[in-house]
């Protein structure tokens, strides 16, 4: 779509002025790829899953992956990106093998509260954590998926009222020997 845009800018004007109108077109587009606003109504969404290292209780080179998933309904983008994270139940995607760290945590969006660039998740349930790393997978899903949208840059989560960052590092030291 980039470069149909660039070439049909292009094909306008040969002069000097063709290069300034690919780049002209270039920023208009590129602002609408930089992502959506958290409360846009959407009926597909990106969550984020995890690509393990690959090295066993050695979770410093895990990243968020993006995949794209279809909801049942159209709804404002944050809550159904939420949603859908957190309705997932299988430990790996199917499709990309990706791991899901939150899939045995019977989690559900309770509210957000949003303030300029912050949104505060508030969440009922519990954490269901399987290995070492999964404190830390778990706050890099969260996080990711919530702070993919452009009008927000923080974001606060609590699981029943506790802060998700006591409840990670209460898990953390009862995993210590």
């Known amino acids: 779509m980039i470069r149909a845009l660039l070439r049909a800018a292009t094909r306008v004007s040969r002069g000097p002025c063709s290069l300034a109108i690919a780049v002209l077109a270039f920023s208009l587009l590129s602002c609408g790829l ?35 998933v279809a909801l049942p309904r159209r709804q404002p983008a944050l809550e159904g990106a939420l949603a859908a994270l957190l309705g ?5 995607d199917t499709r990309s093998g990706l791991l899901h760290a939150l899939y045995a945590s019977p989690l559900r969006l309770r509210g957000i509260e949003r303030n300029e660039k912050l949104a505060r998740l508030h969440l009922d349930g519990y954490l269901e954590l399987g290995d ?13 998926t919530a702070l993919q949208f452009r009008d927000l840059d923080r974001v606060d989560i609590d699981i029943g009222g506790r802060p998700l960052a006591d409840l990670l590092a209460g898990a953390a030291s009862r995993r210590q020997p």
């Open 34 to 68: 930089r992502g959506r606003r958290s409360g846009d109504e959407v009926d597909r969404v990106k969550i984020f899953l995890i690509a393990p290292d690959g090295a066993v209780g050695d979770c410093g080179d895990d990243r968020a992956v993006a995949i794209e």
């Open 88 to 92: 997932r139940k299988d430990r790996f």
């Open 132 to 144: 070492a790393c999964d404190a830390a997978r778990v706050r890099t899903q969260l996080e990711e």
